[in-house]
C-alpha cells in the first residue's frame, strides 16, 4: 500500500469512497446531505487530499489535511491542521488502511511546521477513535461541536511540539 496525493481524474471515485465509507456505517443518517459536502470535500484546493493504493491501483481509503482558515471546524490558528474526512472502503477494513492515512497526516504536518493537528468524529466512529487514541490522540472536549441540532462531534489533538 502507498499513501499518495489524489489525481484529479480520482475526485469523483474518491468522493464515491467517502460516502460508502460513511453509509456503511449509517454516519449519513442524521445529515444526509452531508454526502454532497463528502463528494466535493478538497475539490477547490483548499487541502491536502491523500489516498491509499493497493498494488493494484485500488483506492483502498482517503483523508485530507486542511491549514487553519478562518472557517476551520476545529483548528483555532495558523500553529494547527485539520483532519478531514478519513475514510476506508468497507472491503478495505482491517488492512491498516485507516492508521497509514493518519500517520501521513501526522508526518505532513510535522515537515511543515504545525504544532498541533486536530480533528472531530462523530461519537459513533469507534473504530477511527481507536486509530487516534492509539496514534496518542487526545480529547479536546472544550471542541466539540454541533453541527446539526442532536449531533455533537468529538474533538481530538495531537501535540508536535
Given at each position: 500500500m502507498i499513501i499518495r496525493r489524489v489525481r484529479p481524474e480520482e475526485r469523483e471515485a474518491v468522493g464515491d469512497l467517502r460516502v460508502a465509507a460513511y453509509e456503511a456505517d449509517g454516519m449519513l443518517k442524521a445529515g444526509p446531505d452531508y454526502a454532497e459536502v463528502l463528494r466535493r470535500l478538497g475539490a477547490d484546493g483548499g487541502g491536502e487530499v491523500l489516498v491509499a493504493e493497493d498494488a493494484d491501483g485500488a483506492l483502498l481509503g482517503t483523508v485530507m489535511l486542511q491549514d487553519y482558515r478562518p472557517s476551520s471546524e476545529v483548528a483555532r490558528g495558523p500553529e494547527e491542521t485539520e483532519v478531514r474526512a478519513l475514510a476506508v472502503s468497507p472491503a478495505a477494513r482491517g488492512r491498516g488502511v485507516g492508521r497509514a492515512?493518519?500517520?501521513?497526516?501526522?508526518?505532513?504536518?510535522?515537515?511543515?511546521?504545525?504544532?498541533?493537528?486536530?480533528?472531530?468524529?462523530?461519537?459513533?466512529?469507534?473504530?477511527?477513535?481507536?486509530?487516534?487514541?492509539?496514534?496518542?490522540?487526545?480529547?479536546?472536549?472544550d471542541r466539540d461541536w454541533e453541527p446539526l441540532p442532536g449531533l455533537t462531534l468529538l474533538a481530538y489533538g495531537l501535540d508536535l511540539r
Open positions: 492515512l493518519v500517520e501521513a497526516v501526522v508526518e505532513r504536518s510535522a515537515a511543515e511546521g504545525a504544532h498541533r493537528v486536530v480533528l472531530s468524529t462523530q461519537p459513533t466512529m469507534a473504530a477511527a477513535q481507536r486509530i487516534y487514541e492509539r496514534r496518542g490522540f487526545l480529547r479536546l472536549p
